[in-house]
C-alpha cells in the first residue's frame, strides 16, 4: 500500500505556521508575542510520531486506490496537520496536569524557561489555530461545517476520558477501590481511541465524500477497538516492554495509573496480594514497584496480554473481512492500521 512520506508531510508544516502568523498580525500582533506564538507551535506540533498526521493523507491513498493530485495532497496534509494541532493542544495541558517532566525527550512546554502557566494560554491557541486554517483553508468544502463539527466533539470525547482518568487516579491518592475495568475501558475509549484512530480516518472520508453513515458507523466501529487494544498494548509495554526498544522506563505503576495491568491484577489476585498491590502500587519507590511487578509475574499478566491480543485481533480481522466497500470504503484502510500495531514493541 503507498504510504505518505513523513518528510513530504512534514514539507507543508511551514507554510501552516506562516498562515497563523498572518492571522495573528490581522489583531497588529506585537513582534515578541507572534515570535512566542511561533516557537510555541514549532516546539509542540511537529517532533512526534506523526503518525495521527500521516493517517490522513495514507487513508485518502487506500481509499482512492491511487496518487493524490499536489491540491489534494496539501489539503489532506493539512488535515494531518490540523490532528497534530489537537495532539499539542492536549499534550501541553495534559503535562501540566500531571507535572510531567520531559515530552519527546525535551522538557515539557511549561517547564522551557520564562513560560510556566502562560502554556495554559499556549494550549488555547494551539487549539484555536485549528479552527483559524480550517476557515482559511476549506470554508468553501461541502464538508466544511462536518469538519468543524468533528473536530469539537472529538475534543469533547477526549476531555471526558481526560476528567475521568484525573479524578480515578490522582498521583497523591492512592485508592484502588477507584479503579474498575468499565472505568478503565471508558477512560481508553474517550481519552485515545476516538483523537488518535478514528478522528483521521473520519477526516479523510468528509474530504473525499466519502463520510456517508454507513462509512462512519463502519470506521467507527472498527477503529475504536482498535484504538482500545493500541491503549492496553501500550500499557502491557509500559510493564514488560524493553525500554532500549521503547525509548523511555515504563512509570505506570509509580505514578498510579489506571492501567490495564493493573485492573486485570485485580480481578485475579488473591486477598493476601490485594494487601500488597493497596501497600505498594502507586508509590514513588523501585522496591515497592519491584513488590507489584512480582504480583504480575505471578497472576501470569503478560499470558493473559497475549491471550487478549489474539482474541481481540482476531475479531478485529473478522469485521475487517465483512466491510462492505460499495460505499467507497476500503478494507485496506482498515488492514494497515492493525498491521503497525499487531505485536508492536514500541
Known amino acids: 500500500m503507498a504510504t505518505t ?33 511561533e516557537k510555541s507551535l514549532n516546539t509542540n506540533t511537529p517532533g512526534g510520531k506523526l503518525n495521527r498526521g500521516l493517517s490522513v493523507p495514507d487513508t485518502a491513498l487506500a481509499l482512492l486506490q491511487r496518487p493524490l493530485n499536489d491540491k489534494e495532497f496539501k489539503d489532506l496534509c493539512t488535515l494531518g496537520w490540523l490532528t497534530e494541532l489537537l495532539q499539542a493542544f492536549f499534550l501541553v495541558s495534559d503535562d501540566m496536569m500531571d507535572g510531567s517532566i520531559t515530552r519527546r525527550g525535551q522538557p515539557c512546554w511549561y517547564r522551557h524557561e520564562g513560560v510556566g502557566l502562560i502554556a495554559i494560554n499556549d494550549s488555547f491557541m494551539l487549539e484555536a489555530s485549528i479552527y483559524n486554517i480550517l476557515k482559511a483553508q476549506f470554508r468553501s468544502h461541502p464538508a466544511y461545517v462536518d469538519f468543524i463539527e468533528l473536530f469539537h466533539e472529538t475534543t469533547w470525547q477526549t476531555e471526558l476520558g481526560q476528567l475521568c482518568d484525573l479524578i480515578t487516579a490522582p498521583e497523591d491518592n492512592v485508592n484502588l477501590n477507584n479503579f474498575s475495568m468499565d472505568k478503565y475501558m471508558f477512560i481508553v475509549t474517550y481519552k485515545t481511541a476516538y483523537y488518535s484512530f478514528y478522528l483521521p480516518v473520519a477526516l479523510a472520508l468528509h474530504y473525499l465524500q466519502l463520510a456517508t453513515p454507513d462509512n462512519l458507523r463502519q470506521a467507527h466501529d472498527i477503529l475504536i477497538p482498535l484504538g482500545q487494544y493500541f491503549q492496553i498494548q501500550d500499557d502491557y509495554l509500559d510493564a514488560y516492554g524493553d525500554p532500549s526498544v521503547i525509548g523511555k522506563i515504563g512509570t505506570d505503576i509509580q505514578d498510579n495509573k489506571c492501567s490495564w495491568m493493573i485492573n486485570q491484577a485485580l480481578q485475579r489476585c488473591t486477598p493476601e496480594q490485594r494487601k500488597v498491590l493497596d501497600e505498594a502500587y502507586g508509590r514513588k519507590d523501585s522496591q515497592l514497584e519491584a513488590k507489584v511487578k512480582a504480583i504480575f509475574n505471578e497472576l501470569q499478566l503478560e499470558q493473559v496480554y497475549k491471550d487478549f491480543e489474539e482474541k481481540r485481533v482476531g475479531e478485529l480481522r473478522t469485521k475487517i473481512a465483512a466491510v462492505d466497500e460499495s460505499q467507497g470504503l476500503k478494507k485496506e484502510v482498515f488492514e494497515a492500521f492493525l498491521a503497525k500495531i499487531y505485536k508492536r514493541s514500541k
Do not use: G, H, I
Not at 508531510?9 to 506564538?37: C, G, I, R
Open 5 to 37: 512520506k513523513r518528510a513530504d508531510f512534514e514539507a507543508v508544516w511551514p507554510s501552516l505556521v506562516e498562515d497563523l502568523k498572518a492571522a495573528a498580525t490581522k489583531y497588529n500582533l506585537p513582534d515578541n508575542a507572534l515570535q512566542w506564538f
